[in-house]
């Protein structure tokens, strides 16, 4: 199964950091054109936090800007969201997202694939 794994996840206060980090597993990378982060509130949709593109073009949600910083090392293709001044609001199941083309256990594989999530709870 083709697999995003993520981590960096837990709790935190109100002010206080967090760094996830999401890079594939049991994939042979081919190219990887965008990846992003999602996430998922209780009783809310699942919203875009961030994107970057293969050249590095970043789009952040509006209630992120300033305070999350979207990355990704292409050498290890590795995601990476730097989370500073963390409020309640950003409670929620932070999810990896990569556009992508590669193999996987001798299967070509292409288009979006997620990870699992990664459990995100800023108390106040």
């Known amino acids: 199964q083709v697999q995003l794994v993520e981590s960096g996840g837990g709790l935190v206060q109100a002010g206080g950091s967090l760094r996830l980090s999401c890079a594939p597993s049991?994939?042979?990378?081919?190219?990887?054109?965008?990846m992003g982060w999602y996430r998922r509130a209780p009783g809310k949709q699942r919203e875009l936090v961030a994107a970057?593109?293969?050249?590095?073009?970043?789009n952040y949600a509006d209630s992120v800007k300033g305070r999350f910083t979207i990355s990704r090392d292409n050498a290890e293709n590795t995601l990476y969201l730097q989370m500073k001044n963390l409020k309640p609001d950003d409670t929620a199941v932070y999810y990896c997202?990569?556009?992508?083309?590669?193999?996987?256990?001798?299967?070509?594989?292409?288009?979006?694939?997620w990870g699992q999530g990664t459990q995100v709870t800023v108390s106040s």
């Open positions: 049991e994939i042979i990378i081919f190219s990887i054109r965008h």
């Open positions: 970057i593109t293969n050249g590095g073009i970043t």
């Open positions: 997202n990569a556009d992508l083309t590669g193999r996987s256990r001798g299967i070509m594989i292409a288009g979006d694939f």
